[in-house]
């Protein structure tokens, strides 16, 4: 069973339309990061989340924790071909150096 | 900039074989990870250190063995491959842990078990 459940699995959607990921547990996490995965590479940082209710943006993507730092969404605006990829949410429910991903969200925005 | 570097990039071995897949980082961290990656089930940690002569286990270390002898290098072994084992395989390191840590990766590894 996967700690962290993202969802949906695959979201397909035309350019310029929005979409929103979630990412849920039952556990309690000290930080959650979203990380972006092209085909054939490793995963890469996009933001990191520490206190419950935080709400961050980067250009056209805004990410936001739960207040009970249980869940967390990214919400992507007028998605771009640019944005497909696999978003994987991970979270660390303790202090500590030990990540758990979620089994991620592939994204397809056609053009 | 290199930052963590993989080799080999794909490998088919047969059931059985052993082999180990290298990892280098250039970037003076000391925590390194060894992660695969199977479809819909995102990323298991195997092994990871947090300097150089310590590691320690992660959620799915059975089948595997890794050393730490200095900064830089973190190897991973497959002793007796099983197919199983087939996956894509990942190296990573940070400069610390904690909140805020950012983990980078390198570019994976795929490796299948005939």
């Known amino acids: 069973t996967q700690l962290l459940e993202q969802s949906p699995q695959f979201l397909s959607i035309q350019e310029g339309e929005n979409l929103t990921v979630y990412c849920n547990s039952s556990?309690?996490?000290?930080?959650l990061q979203w990380y972006r995965q092209e085909p054939g590479e490793g995963p890469v940082l996009l933001v990191t989340?520490?206190?419950?209710?935080e709400v961050k943006k980067l250009k056209r993507l805004t990410f936001q924790f739960g207040d009970a730092r249980k869940d967390s969404s990214l919400h992507i605006t007028a998605a771009q071909p640019g944005d497909t990829g696999l978003y994987l949410c991970?979270?660390?429910?303790?202090?500590?150096?030990?990540?758990?991903f979620g089994a991620g969200t592939t994204v397809t925005v056609r053009a | 900039n290199a930052g963590v570097t993989q080799t080999p990039k794909f490998r088919i071995l047969k059931i059985g074989q052993s082999m180990t897949l290298q990892c280098t980082q250039d970037?003076?961290?000391?925590?390194m990870y060894w992660y695969r990656q199977d479809p819909g089930m995102g990323l298991k940690l195997i092994y990871y250190?947090?300097?150089?002569?310590?590691?320690d286990k992660g959620e799915v270390p059975n089948g595997y063995n890794v050393s730490r002898s200095t900064t830089e290098d973190f190897p991973l072994r497959l002793e007796l491959a099983a197919p199983s084992q087939t996956s894509v395989y990942f190296c990573?390191?940070?400069?610390?842990?904690?909140?805020?840590?950012?983990?980078?990766f390198g570019e994976g590894s795929w490796l299948t078990v005939v």
């Open positions: 990573a390191s940070s400069p610390s842990a904690g909140q805020g840590n950012t983990i980078y």
């Open positions: 556990s309690v996490f000290s930080s």
């Open positions: 989340v520490v206190t419950g209710g």
């Open positions: 991970a979270g660390a429910t303790s202090n500590d150096y030990k990540l758990s």
């Open positions: 970037m003076n961290h000391n925590y």
């Open positions: 250190s947090v300097g150089a002569g310590i590691t």
